[in-house]
């Protein structure tokens, strides 16, 4: 006779899930061991990536500098992790609101988005990749998100508009390109 297979959960609230499995990843030693920036897809299944070359972190240091600068009134936080549709993403620089973020302090990841959320592009990135990120910023409550190229050009999408803004509606001040050499 055959037995019966185990009922298999169903994740019915995304938020709760990614915020239990990214305790339970947290938690673990071997995974604090790991370098290299983690996040998960939608089923809580681990996406790792390598450390990003100096370069990377160049413009994500030029890019905090400059938004610290051009709106003090909140916080800039690099390597974010936000629970999206799509799991945990984790942004290279994000601005904040000191509203949102203090309703959220102690939170191990954030489960509505900072108002910003910047990619800086490697070479490694693909559109689909990007795009896809922008998508599931924007459904987390991002209000922004900035693209910045190879080269150090800012791309500004607004979540209202599906279209390339040729200015921050946050930040209208921001250069329309970074330099980090």
């Not at 620089?93 to 949102?100: P, Q, Y």
């Not at 990007?130 to 190229?149: H, N, P, S």
């Amino acid at each position: 006779m055959a037995t019966a297979a185990p009922e298999l959960p169903v994740i019915t609230d995304q938020t709760a899930f990614n915020l239990r499995r990214w305790e339970e990843l947290c938690a673990d030693p071997a995974m604090a061991a790991i370098e290299g920036r983690m996040e998960t897809d939608e089923f809580g299944q681990i996406i790792m990536n390598f450390p990003p070359a100096p370069e990377h972190g160049e413009g994500q240091s030029s890019l905090t500098i400059l938004l610290q600068a051009h709106l003090p009134s909140g916080k800039v936080i690099t390597e974010c992790p936000i629970s999206t549709p799509a799991g945990v993403k984790v942004t290279d620089v994000s601005w904040i609101s000191r509203e949102r973020r203090q309703a959220q302090k102690g939170q191990k990841l954030l489960t509505l988005a900072p108002e910003i959320c910047v990619e800086v592009l490697s070479p490694s990135n693909t559109r689909a990749e990007i795009d896809e990120k922008k998508r599931l910023y924007f459904e987390a409550g991002a209000e922004e998100v900035w693209i910045c190229g190879l080269d150090g050009t800012m791309r500004f999408f607004l979540r209202a508009t599906p279209n390339e803004l040729n200015d921050s509606a946050l930040c209208p001040a921001f250069p329309k390109r970074i330099e980090w050499d």
